[in-house]
């Protein structure tokens, strides 16, 4: 007779218990063996992100192979290239041909950029045409005079900016800061230099609003690297974690976070006046308009004083320089007429082609930032009028009739409503 495996039943319990517990077990294995396939594919794909992302080496050897051989110069090269006392960092890249690290230069903390590929042209989410291979710092070329040099750069700002009356101030300013080791004199490294930075939007509004408090100073360059006073707190609300705990948290969840970690409400007023007032350097500014064209927190920051700072100005554009690159893109809908993420424009049915009239100006898209980070949390006596002026601020257009006054008079209202409520506190 066969033997049964569990031949007593004093045994049957025991036996049931073996085989529950070998069932637990292999159910616990699978699931363990799984959970680590998924992570350790989540770690390889953001390393491949990372690796794609980060190639601050490849940058340093490309602009120090130029500088070594005597094409480029500036104030950044030897300490990048010779004694190196400016390194690179953490990562903060987020394109693999913007690279963006903090950094140290000579015991002073910075944020390094840094081109790794020249566009042609600005980026609406396709490209216009294919990107060509061009020459690196080809531009001026030996034997260009000075005089030649401030005509290339007239041309190039009449382009940008349009016929503005004071280009040839800014051209001479221009001149000043690409004479990187002051000898009073811009040599063909410096102005090869020069003239690759002042394609970058974000370099040419640091030299135009170096004075204001709220752009971060330019502290070097060297080729199309440069090197930009570091910002404490590099995104409006309060905290920062790693990459791999960010997977894990859904957005409304991390939202909800983001309100929570943020300054005390007349700290967050005087960063909100910081940014109006960032608002209104680059409204009709000196040397004409520029364009906010994305108006995220993570490109806003501030200091240990609350001081609003400028993080990431890559998306803020002249307007003549937008204007001229749009019109006649052709167009399905109005999405196909958008620039960063808030610059649009409409698309005309007619004739299939996007209209050159951004629609929203810069205050209306910064009180869409600033509405639930000061509604939060915002004193009971002022919350209602508030409310009120921001909602007034985010219904601004660009086609209504005396936007300029009321861009003004909105602008204003709103700085006095918070200044009164914060100006006889600590945080003032």
């Known amino acids: 007779m066969a033997r049964s495996l569990c031949p007593g039943a004093w045994l049957r319990k025991p036996c049931y218990l073996q085989a529950r517990f070998s069932y637990v077990r292999m159910k616990f294995l699978f699931f363990s063996w799984l959970v680590v396939f998924v992570g350790s594919w989540i770690i390889y794909v953001q390393y491949s992100t990372y690796t794609e992302l980060c190639r601050g080496k490849d940058c340093k050897k490309i602009i120090c192979d130029k500088y ?29 041909n913007n690279q963006m690290y903090l950094g140290i230069w000579d015991n002073l903390p910075g944020v390094v950029k840094c081109q790794m590929e020249q566009a042609l042209h600005l980026d609406f989410g396709t ?47 221009i001149l000043t800061v690409a004479d990187g080791d002051k000898d009073g004199q811009v040599s ?47 995104s409006l609300y309060g905290i920062s974690l790693p990459w791999v705990i960010e997977l894990f948290i859904p957005s409304g969840f991390r939202r909800s976070m983001d309100q929570l970690f943020t300054p005390s409400w007349p700290r967050k007023a005087k960063i909100a006046i910081g940014l109006l007032e960032f ?24 200091n240990d004083k609350y001081d609003l700072k400028m993080v990431d100005m890559r998306k803020i554009v002249p307007e003549t320089n937008l204007k001229e690159l749009i019109k006649d893109r052709h167009c399905e809908s109005d999405l196909d007429c958008v620039y960063g993420t808030d610059c649009r424009t409409s698309c005309d049915q007619s004739t299939m082609k996007c209209t050159s009239e951004v629609i929203q100006p810069n205050l209306a898209k910064a009180c869409q930032l600033l509405k639930d980070y000061l509604l939060r949390g915002a004193p009971v006596e002022i919350r209602e009028e508030l409310e009120k002026q921001l909602y007034s601020c985010i219904a601004l257009k660009v086609t209504a009739n ?25 945080d003032s």
Request: net charge negative.
């Open 279 to 302: 608002v209104e350097d680059v409204f009709h500014g000196p040397y004409g308009n520029f364009l906010m064209c994305d108006t995220s927190a993570k490109n806003l920051g501030y």
């Open 188 to 234: 063909l490294g410096e102005a090869k230099s020069a003239w690759a930075l002042l394609q970058l939007n974000e370099f040419l509004l640091m030299v135009i609003l170096q004075d204001k408090e709220h752009t971060p100073k330019l502290m070097g360059f060297c080729g199309d690297l440069y090197v930009m006073e570091s910002v404490e707190y590099t």
């Open 127 to 173: 490209e216009l045409e294919p990107r060509k291979e061009i020459v690196l710092f080809d531009k001026p070329t030996r034997g260009t005079t000075v005089q030649k040099f401030k005509e290339m750069v007239y041309s190039l700002f009449k382009a940008k900016l349009g016929d503005q009356g004071n280009l040839s101030e800014l051209v001479n300013l």
């Open 68 to 96: 070594k051989t005597g094409v480029i110069d500036g104030p950044a090269c030897n300490s990048l290239c010779v004694t190196e006392t400016l390194y690179f960092g953490k990562c903060l890249s987020t394109k693999p």
């Open 402 to 426: 005396q936007m300029e006054m009321e861009h003004s008079l909105i602008l204003n209202n709103l700085k006095t409503l918070l200044w009164k409520k914060i100006s006889y506190t600590n």
